[in-house]
């Protein structure tokens, strides 16, 4: 169990309309005398707690407050969004959803196909919620007879909402998938013009900013989080699919089991790390998945992206950061430590070696052998 005595469990409170942050804990003298130094304390009888308004800025402040002073128990904060972020989790899930009679659904046919195809969750959870909303677009039409330049208006709708590049890809895909796989009209859509691909550079941490972040989160799950995403190069979906037995302590790596393309890899697992799981274990004793939900499911989504997010802000990095970020940085930081380029794809789980070629754009090794004019 954690070394403190004093705990202070995090509550969501929803008082007249309005979000707060609940702090439930026993009688203490000093717990008292520090809530009364937080923002506009109040107590409320209905919950029998106190609670101060919820704002990223309040929560950094509880967090800097009790350091050292008290255990943040924040199981039921972070993943109070749990549910609704999971869910639905399969095929099965859809098929058995509450019927809107105001809505039209994916027809049985689309989610036959998806599941029979082994897509990924996250790829039919995006696939039905762009297909959705495209036959929705048209209510009174039947969608086997909407022609390509209907697919192309809806196309200037969303452009027109400003939807991203990637946004608009996908939802090409989806709607390609239930005409060109579902129905099997092959090149149904060999006309209609995707948005012209934009080459961002990957958003990347130094070594010194990643490692601020492990040091400055002092819950050891999301320590493990954060460390994992890093050290292994993990997608999000992969590190909440991971179970127990994932991690080998004995060859030191960690089987990456049905990752994006339905395929198995292993990835790197670092000494330093193994020690934070076995701690993280010794408290949490998780029973299947490495990082589970309250009710033992896998881990929210949400909550990934708020402990990295939280992360960085203690960290002062004023950068953009995502769970993807550290991904980003894995690769970067090997590459420019020497390894060879195939490794790294290996590690990755890339398809091609071209996905992988976009961390040479952003390694400083070879700028360092070159003297600025500035400079010389």
Request: hydrophobic content about 35%.
């Amino acid at each position: 169990m954690n070394h403190l005595q004093k705990h202070i469990t995090l509550k969501h409170l929803l008082i007249n309309g309005e979000k707060k942050i609940g702090l439930q804990f026993y009688p203490d003298k000093v717990i008292q005398a520090l809530v009364k130094e937080l923002p506009n304390p109040k107590w409320s009888k209905m919950y029998q707690m106190a609670y101060i308004p919820n704002t990223k800025y309040n929560m950094d402040i509880v967090f800097d407050k009790f350091k050292g002073v008290a255990w943040l128990n924040c199981q039921f904060f972070f993943e109070h969004k749990a549910i609704k972020d999971n869910v639905p989790l399969d095929i099965e899930s859809y098929r058995s959803r509450p019927i809107n009679p105001n809505k039209r659904y994916a027809p049985d046919t689309y989610l036959n196909k998806l599941e029979l195809k082994h897509y990924s969750a996250n790829t039919c959870r995006v696939y039905i919620s762009m297909f959705e909303r495209f036959i929705n677009y048209y209510p009174n039409t039947e969608v086997n007879s909407l022609s390509e330049e209907e697919i192309r208006h809806y196309l200037r709708a969303l452009v027109a909402e400003k939807k991203s590049d990637s946004y608009i890809n996908q939802s090409i895909n989806s709607i390609k998938f239930y005409y060109e796989v579902v129905l099997g009209m092959p090149n149904r859509f060999y006309s209609i013009e995707r948005p012209r691909k934009k080459q961002k550079l990957p958003v990347v941490l130094s070594k010194e900013e990643i490692m601020l972040m492990i040091d400055l989160t002092t819950n050891y799950k999301h320590k493990c989080i954060i460390s994992l995403l890093y050290s292994g190069g993990l997608r999000k979906s992969e590190l909440l699919n991971l179970k127990i037995e994932d991690i080998d302590s004995r060859r030191m790596v960690i089987n990456v089991k049905l990752a994006k393309g339905n395929k198995d890899r292993i990835t790197l697992l670092s000494e330093t790390i193994l020690e934070y799981l076995r701690t993280y274990y010794s408290i949490w004793q998780p029973k299947t998945f490495l990082f589970e939900s309250p009710n033992g499911g896998a881990y929210s989504r949400t909550s990934v992206d708020s402990i990295v997010k939280r992360a960085a802000y203690k960290a002062r990095i004023e950068k953009k950061i995502t769970p993807h970020t550290l991904r980003h940085s894995f690769a970067t930081h090997l590459l420019e430590n020497g390894t060879n380029l195939r490794h790294i794809q290996s590690l990755l789980g890339h398809s091609s070696s071209k996905t992988t070629e976009i961390y040479t754009h952003v390694a400083t090794n070879h700028l360092q052998i070159i003297k600025n004019p500035l400079d010389l």
